[in-house]
C-alpha cells in the first residue's frame, strides 16, 4: 500500500482514467459496460504515457550527468531497475533533440531512428513522417533507402572523377626514360680498336671464335669484356 503523497502522484498522473478505471502497481481494473469509447481513449493515453516516460527518463539521467557526474548510471540502474543499455540510449536520444524540436505527434521510437544524421537532416525526415503518417518501421526504411541511394551516388561520383583525374594524369605524363639495355648499350661512347695479328694468331682466334659460334670480333669482344669485370 502506497504512502498518501505516491496515491496523490499517481492521481495526477493517470488522471485521464477520469474514475472509470482503477490502476494498482501490479494491474488495471475495468468496471463492467464501460463504453468502448473511453476504452480507446485510456488506450490513447496509455501510449502517450510510455512514450513520455522515455523523453522523461532521458532527461533525468542528463540532468543527473550534469549534476553528479559518474555516478547518474549506478544510481539511475539501482533507482529504475532498467539495464546500461536501455538507460543510455534514453540519455543518447534527450541528448540528440533538445526539447523545443521533440514532435508530440511522433514516438520517441521515431526519433531514435534518426538520431545519427545531421539535425536539418533530422528535422527533414521527422516532419516528413509526422506529414505522411508513418509508423517508426516505415520512416526508418524510407531513411534507410534515402542514405542507399546517396552512398550510390556518391561512390559513382568518386568513380568518375578518379577516371577524370588518371586522364588528365595521363596527358600531363612526362615522357619516360629509355632505361633498357639496348639504350644504355647505345649511350655508351663507341671505340674503336684495331689489333694487329700475325697469320698464326689469326688462325687459332678464328678457331677459338668458331668454338664458340662468334665471328673473331665478337669473340675478341667478349674476351675483353670478360678481362675487364675481373680487373674491376
Avoid at 38 to 67: F, H, K, P, Q
Avoid at 187 to 211: F, M, N, P, R, W
Amino acid at each position: 500500500m502506497g504512502t498518501s503523497d505516491d496515491l496523490a502522484q499517481r492521481d495526477v498522473v493517470l488522471s485521464f482514467l477520469g474514475g472509470q478505471a482503477k490502476v494498482q502497481k501490479t494491474g488495471m481494473t475495468f468496471p463492467q459496460n464501460m463504453p468502448e469509447q473511453a476504452w480507446e481513449r485510456i488506450g490513447t493515453n496509455l501510449r502517450e504515457l510510455v512514450n513520455s516516460s522515455a523523453w522523461w527518463l532521458g532527461d533525468w539521467l542528463l540532468y543527473g550527468e550534469s549534476a553528479y557526474g559518474w555516478r547518474r548510471y549506478k544510481e539511475a540502474i539501482e533507482r529504475t531497475g532498467l539495464d546500461y543499455q536501455t538507460l543510455r540510449n534514453y540519455a543518447w536520444v534527450a541528448r540528440r533533440f533538445e526539447q523545443q524540436r521533440r514532435r508530440d505527434s511522433l514516438s520517441f521510437a521515431h526519433h531514435a531512428e534518426v538520431t545519427r544524421l545531421s539535425p536539418p537532416e533530422q528535422d527533414y525526415w521527422l516532419r516528413k513522417a509526422e506529414q505522411q503518417k508513418w509508423s517508426r518501421n516505415e520512416l526508418r526504411r524510407a531513411v534507410r533507402a534515402s542514405l542507399a541511394v546517396q552512398s550510390e551516388t556518391a561512390d559513382s561520383a568518386q568513380a568518375d572523377q578518379a577516371a577524370r583525374d588518371a586522364e588528365v594524369a595521363e596527358q600531363q605524363e612526362v615522357p619516360r626514360l629509355d632505361t633498357s639495355a639496348a639504350a644504355e648499350r647505345r649511350q655508351q661512347k663507341v671505340t674503336t680498336l684495331t689489333i694487329e695479328l700475325s697469320a698464326g694468331q689469326l688462325d687459332y682466334y678464328s678457331k677459338a671464335a668458331a668454338a664458340h659460334g662468334l665471328s673473331v670480333d665478337a669473340w675478341v669482344t667478349r674476351v675483353l669484356e670478360t678481362a675487364d669485370r675481373q680487373t674491376a
